[in-house]
C-alpha cells in the first residue's frame, strides 16, 4: 500500500468503534516471518500468504459472507451495550 502500511490500516480498523467488530484477513506476499505474529497481535483474524489457492479464497469469501449476515441479523445493542428486547 503506497500511503500507508496494512498494520496502520489494522490498526485504525481495531481502534474505530464502528469498525472495530468487522473481520480482516490480511492477505499478503510478504516473506517477513514476523508479518503474521504482528498481524494476529493487532486484531486480525485470519493470515493469508499470496499466492493463495483460489478454491480457499472463495471458501474464505463465503465464510466471510456468513458472519456479515449473522451480524446483520443480530439485535441492535443500545448505548448500555445490552441488547434491545
Avoid at 5 to 27: C, D, M, Q
Avoid at 67 to 81: F, M, N, V
Wanted: hydrophobic letters at 40%.
Amino acid at each position: 500500500m503506497p500511503l500507508t502500511s496494512g498494520f496502520e490500516v489494522l490498526k485504525f480498523v481495531r481502534a474505530t468503534p464502528e469498525l472495530k467488530h468487522l473481520p480482516v484477513v490480511i492477505f499478503t506476499s510478504s516473506l517477513h516471518p514476523d508479518c503474521e505474529r504482528q498481524s494476529m497481535s493487532l486484531g486480525a483474524n485470519l493470515f493469508l500468504m499470496k499466492p493463495g489457492v483460489f478454491p480457499e479464497v472463495v471458501e474464505l469469501a463465503r465464510n466471510l459472507y456468513q458472519l456479515l449476515r449473522q451480524w446483520r441479523e443480530k439485535p441492535a445493542a443500545d448505548s448500555t451495550g445490552c441488547a434491545n428486547d
